[in-house]
């Protein structure tokens, strides 16, 4: 069984603290077995426990994915890398419906039932803020495939395929809470800012639906050797569609943002019209994740370390 397809059989929501717990004590566990020590790093906050394989402050290389789970929104969160005009015109939707409905609710309430004022405002601000937590923060979302489980088996299986001598010479991280707003890798960064600021970071973040795949380079490593040998060895593989990019040209609000050398990865559907877009994330939707994906980046990602040396 691949790793995609065990996580999300046996750890399909990792939101929780006993969730997140039974996840990380799997992964330790199971590269255990295979000779591979990892360790629970908690941040010096005490809020985030990443998971930390080999030793990120020696690597050429890290590579990294999410592995805490979203809660259940009422609107997808739709990714749209390539197109700043649509996805943020989109990210108005649902706040033009919860203020539509919380204003209609609130009014009938306060001014037409109480013909009261601040019984009005009082219930507007209560609707609001109620329907915003109820509707897109509070309920745990049962499907991650893609976010993020499909990055964290693409890290997993490229620690599982990569020779020992390479593994030497990268290190791998789990971030922990990137849905409460990239916390984990925020305060992974701050605890080891001088050894990560010039370290070369690929992130996976909802990479296992479309066969359009995005890199986004932070403006530290747009210019890198390590990006311009990643371009060069994904470039001549087939079956899928590529495109490198700056963060000037592209968006994906995922934890590479928190380092000057990051760099996204994210898989994306396209449009009859060519819109670049990621579907069903923080939804019921979201139960697509291809083996296929995950065996194309493992592949060539390995084939980049060999160059890497």
Same mark, same amino acid.
């Given at each position: 069984?691949?790793?995609?397809?065990?996580?999300?059989?046996?750890?399909?929501?990792?939101?929780?603290?006993?969730?997140?717990?039974?996840?990380?004590?799997?992964?330790?566990?199971?590269?255990?077995?295979?000779?591979?020590?990892?360790?629970?790093?908690?941040?010096?906050?005490?809020?985030?426990?990443?998971?930390?394989?080999?030793?990120?402050?020696?690597?050429?290389?890290?590579?990294?994915?999410?592995?805490?789970?979203?809660?259940?929104?009422?609107?997808?969160?739709?990714?749209?890398?390539?197109?700043?005009?649509?996805?943020?015109?989109?990210?108005?939707?649902?706040?033009?419906?919860?203020?539509?409905?919380?204003?209609?609710?609130?009014?009938?309430?306060?001014?037409?039932?109480?013909?009261?004022?601040?019984?009005?405002?009082?219930?507007?601000?209560?609707?609001?803020?109620?329907?915003?937590?109820?509707?897109?923060?509070?309920?745990?979302?049962?499907?991650?495939?893609?976010?993020?489980?499909?990055?964290?088996?693409?890290?997993?299986?490229?620690?599982?395929?990569?020779?020992?001598?390479?593994?030497?010479?990268?290190?791998?991280?789990?971030?922990?809470?990137?849905? %409460? #707003?990239? !916390?984990?890798?925020?305060? @992974?960064?701050?605890? *080891? +800012?001088?050894?990560?600021? &010039?370290?070369?970071?690929?992130?996976?973040?909802?990479?296992?639906?479309?066969?359009?795949?995005?890199?986004?380079?932070?403006?530290?490593?747009?210019?890198?050797?390590?990006?311009?040998?990643?371009?060069?060895?994904?470039?001549?593989?087939?079956?899928?569609?590529?495109?490198?990019?700056?963060?000037?040209?592209?968006?994906?609000?995922?934890?590479?943002?928190?380092?000057?050398?990051?760099?996204?990865?994210?898989?994306?559907?396209?449009? %009859? #019209?060519? !819109?670049?877009?990621?579907? @069903?994330?923080?939804? *019921? +939707?979201?139960?697509?994740? &291809?083996?296929?994906?995950?065996?194309?980046?493992?592949?060539?990602?390995?084939?980049?370390?060999?160059?890497?040396?």
């Amino acid at each position: 069984m691949t790793r995609l397809d065990y996580i999300n059989q046996n750890y399909p929501v990792r939101k929780s603290d006993s969730e997140k717990h039974a996840f990380r004590r799997y992964v330790l566990e199971s590269l255990k077995e295979k000779g591979i020590e990892a360790r629970v790093e908690t941040t010096k906050n005490g809020n985030h426990k990443n998971v930390v394989i080999g030793d990120p402050t020696k690597a050429k290389a890290i590579f990294t994915a999410h592995y805490d789970t979203p809660a259940r929104s009422i609107f997808p969160n739709i990714m749209i890398p390539k197109n700043p005009l649509v996805f943020y015109s989109y990210q108005f939707v649902p706040v033009i419906f919860l203020l539509v409905i919380s204003f209609t609710l609130s009014y009938l309430f306060g001014m037409v039932l109480l013909n009261d004022e601040r019984a009005y405002m009082a219930s507007f601000l209560i609707l609001y803020y109620g329907i915003f937590f109820l509707g897109m923060r509070i309920f745990t979302n049962k499907y991650n495939y893609n976010d993020n489980t499909s990055g964290v088996a693409t890290v997993l299986s490229i620690v599982d395929s990569i020779s020992e001598d390479d593994l030497k010479n990268v290190a791998f991280i789990l971030f922990d809470n990137e849905e %409460k #707003g990239k !916390l984990g890798s925020a305060a @992974y960064y701050k605890d *080891h +800012k001088e050894a990560m600021k &010039d370290k070369f970071l690929l992130n996976f973040d909802c990479v296992g639906n479309g066969n359009n795949v995005i890199f986004i380079a932070q403006k530290g490593a747009a210019d890198s050797k390590e990006y311009k040998l990643l371009s060069e060895v994904f470039d001549t593989c087939a079956g899928f569609e590529l495109d490198f990019c700056t963060s000037k040209e592209g968006n994906s609000n995922s934890d590479h943002k928190n380092f000057p050398m990051g760099v996204a990865c994210v898989a994306c559907k396209k449009t %009859k #019209g060519g !819109l670049l877009y990621t579907p @069903y994330i923080h939804t *019921h +939707k979201d139960v697509v994740a &291809d083996n296929g994906n995950i065996d194309f980046l493992t592949k060539n990602t390995c084939i980049f370390l060999q160059k890497l040396q």
